[in-house]
Each structure stands twice: as C-alpha cells, then as structure tokens.
T-cell receptor
Framework: EDKVVQSPLSLVVHEGDTVTLNCSYE??????LLWYKQEKKAPTFLFML????IEKKSGRLSSILDKKELFSILNITATQTGDSAIYLC??????????FGTGTRLTIIP | NAGVMQNPRHLVRRRGQEARLRCSPM?????VYWYRQLPEEGLKFMVY????????ESGMPKERFSAEFPKEGPSILRIQQVVRGDSAAYFC????????????FGPGTRLLVL
C-alpha cells in the first residue's frame, strides 16, 4: 500500500531558528512529491519535486528529494511567526491521486 | 486570476439530510479532485473527475456519496442521508491537465452533521 510518513508530528521553535521537516514514502510507483502549507483554510502549494538531488528554493524555503532513499526534506531558514502552519507532504504515485502524510504542525514563538 | 472556489464554506446538516458541496476549478483547469479531511487526520483522496467523466472514484464510500463535473457549471459532491461520521472538511483541487500537473486547492467546505 502506498504510504507517506511525516516527522516530526509537531515542532515548536523560536523566531529566527532554522527548521527541517521530513517526509518519507513507501512506493509502488512514483511520479512526484509535493509540499503544501495549510493554515486555516486552503492548502497552499509550495513545491513539486520529481528529480533527485535538485534543490527547489523560494525565499527562505527550500526542498530536496532523494528518490533512492525515498524521502524529501523541507527547510525553512530564519523562521517568522507567519510560518506557523501545518506542512503537508503528498506523493503522486502515478495515478493522479495524491497520498498525503498527516502533516507537521509548526509553531513559531516570537 | 481566481483560484479554486468552493461553496458553501460552512454547512450544517441534521442526520438524514442531503449535503451538496460545489467546486469551481481554476480558470483553464479541466481536472477536479475531491479530498476529505477528518478531524486530526490527513487529507484522503475521494474522487478524480474530468468534464462529464469520473476517472477514479476509488476513495469514495460505496453508498450515499456521488460526484459529478458537468460540461457547464461547477463540480458537485453530493452526500445523501448524512450521518455524524460525515462531519469533516471537504477540499477540492484542480489541475490543468492531470498527467502529474500540480493540484491547487480550494478553501474547503466544513460540514457539520448534528
């Protein structure tokens, strides 16, 4: 069964810290891995990764995929209170439906 | 460029009533997906539709749930004879063409069954 596991489940850090969020998956087939940020409403798209070893970057956020070891990380540097959210990892196993992890709840303390 | 729109944002129903949730995809997108998020759980795939076609409904409960995406108008997720266990957030996403394209999510409809 296709499975996506995120860790940690929750994380509390101080403003300015750097955080690393993890996402691993068990695969029958793989097409892409996506990261979303969920605050109180719509999951907002952050990154889609399809190739190993190529870092995607957007401001203070970056992400990379390792298809050999079946995981991805999401890094956030110089965290701000606005980064507080649930970060969701999802994998497209080739059938267009996304399988989500349960998310990492990130809390930034001012 | 409007994003994915869903309405209503909140819906309260009594047990046994029907719930209709609507989703308008992003402009130019012809592929729609419905996901359900139960309290304290991750999003779970329900159904994938193109215009006038259901492509994959493997995540839909076998009874009481149905979905459509007509040629004109929004996609509709319909839940008949709702039960308390149907209380959840229902999210719709759309993509340009399937085929691994990014799925963009709407704000969700929060259904509460009394």
């Amino acid at each position: 069964e296709d499975k996506v596991v995120q860790s940690p489940l929750s994380l509390v850090v101080h403003e300015g810290d750097t955080v690393t969020l993890n996402c691993s998956y068990e695969v029958t087939n793989f097409r892409s891995l996506l990261w979303y940020k969920q605050e109180k409403k719509a999951p907002t798209f952050l990154f889609m990764l399809t190739s190993s070893g190529i870092e995607k970057k957007s401001g203070r956020l970056s992400s990379i995929l390792d298809k050999k070891e079946l995981f991805s990380i999401l890094n956030i540097t110089a965290t701000q209170t606005g980064d507080s959210a649930i970060y969701l990892c999802a994998v497209n196993f080739g059938n267009e439906k996304l399988t989500f992890g349960t998310g990492t709840r990130l809390t930034i303390i001012p | 460029n409007a994003g994915v729109m869903q309405n209503p944002r909140h819906l309260v129903r009594r047990r046994g009533q029907e719930a209709r949730l609507r989703c308008s995809p992003m402009k130019g997108h012809s592929h729609v997906y419905w996901y359900r998020q139960l309290p304290e759980e991750g999003l779970k795939f329900m159904v994938y539709l193109q215009k006038e076609n259901i492509i994959d409904e493997s995540g839909m409960p076998k009874e009481r749930f149905s979905a459509e995406f007509p040629k004109e108008g929004p996609s509709i997720l319909r839940i008949q004879q709702v039960v308390r266990g149907d209380s959840a957030a229902y999210f719709c996403a759309s993509s340009l063409s399937g085929q691994g394209q990014t799925q963009y999510f709407g704000p969700g409809t929060r259904l509460l069954v009394l």
